[in-house]
């Protein structure tokens, strides 16, 4: 798989500094590089298969990922932008985060077209589908966070919740968390360059020669960011949501602590197996483990990654699909734009169904399904 660099992206074939003292030139307009490799280090070929893996098998997943993420997120903001007022943190948060999972897979029909031949795209969109793939990647992460955190007010500290979850500090904390994730991206905006390696473009990072600082830190920052504190955040959270909810008697109360096992399992699931392959691959950087020893190392990268790309698809379903008044929404939805058209014999039908979906709408209602997720 070709990333962005051998880490969160899918990269060309890897920076051969395991062959005999090869030379790759950077393609820009201002100056030219060479960078050396190691001449001692022996060979660790990736495979045929694997190649044919990344050409064949991969464009398709990615074009898949990209429109059921486009779908799912795009019906997310519809709803929330016009049949429901931002008045709660809540709302911010579902905004931001399908936002975010959209930005996350732009740059997916460019990896598509990258798997199967080379990087065509010019140095500049190397940098800028970098840059896009990242802050989508730290901030989608941000604000599943985010959203953990306004569950745990909501039902923990029910009763200062009504002073904290407001729209606008919900507006202030994303411009936050967007400026995090934008500055998170930076040092991979900066190395991503448009390389020509063996006769063919890729676009990958370029680290200074023989410092592999820049590389680790990213990587660690990755690990750090994308997973640990996340997910300790979720942890923490969602343990004191059980407790409170276990305490107090709800009809809803099953139906909520499964949502929250869900919601920390699937999360731990799509992104733990990536982040130890990063973290693994960070140790081969550092010279802890031998390169072929390492062998399968980037195929783990570029599968695991892969696999977390999915994720994104699932966020809707998970935040905003499961709510009932969410699903009404998007049921009147369908049958106004979708099966009036296709049944046009029945629009009286149509009508008093959608009529009597409004009329059990409220925002306090609605407010209680999304943030719960119930």
Known sequence: MRHFYRGLHATGKKLPHHREHKKIQIL???AEYDYGYDENTAPCNEGDSFRRFKSLFLPILYCLVFVFCLLGNSLVLWVLLTRKRLTTMTDICLLNLAA????????LPFQ????SDQWVFGNAMCKIMAGIYYTGFYSSIFFITLMSIDRYIAIVHAVYAMKIRTASCGIIISIIL????????V??????QQLEIEQSLQCVSTYPPGNT?????SQFAANI???LIPLSILICCYAQILKNLQKCKNRNKIKAIKMIFIIVIVFFLFWTPFNIALFLDSLQSLHIINDCEASHLEKAIQVTETISMIHCCINPVIYAFVGEKFRKYLHSFFRKHVAA??????PTLYREKLERVSSTFTPSTAEHDISTGL
Request: glycine residues 4%; proline residues 5%; contains cysteine.
């Open 28 to 30: 820009r307009s201002d």
């Open 100 to 107: 975010s999972d959209l930005l996350f897979v732009v740059p």
């Open 112 to 115: 598509a077209h990258y798997a």
């Open 178 to 185: 967007w400026l995090v994730a934008g500055l998170a991206s």
């Open 187 to 192: 040092p991979n905006i900066m190395f991503n």
């Open 213 to 217: 600082t820049w590389k680790v830190a």
């Open 225 to 227: 960011l994308g997973l």
């Open 341 to 346: 058209h296709l049944c046009k014999k029945c």
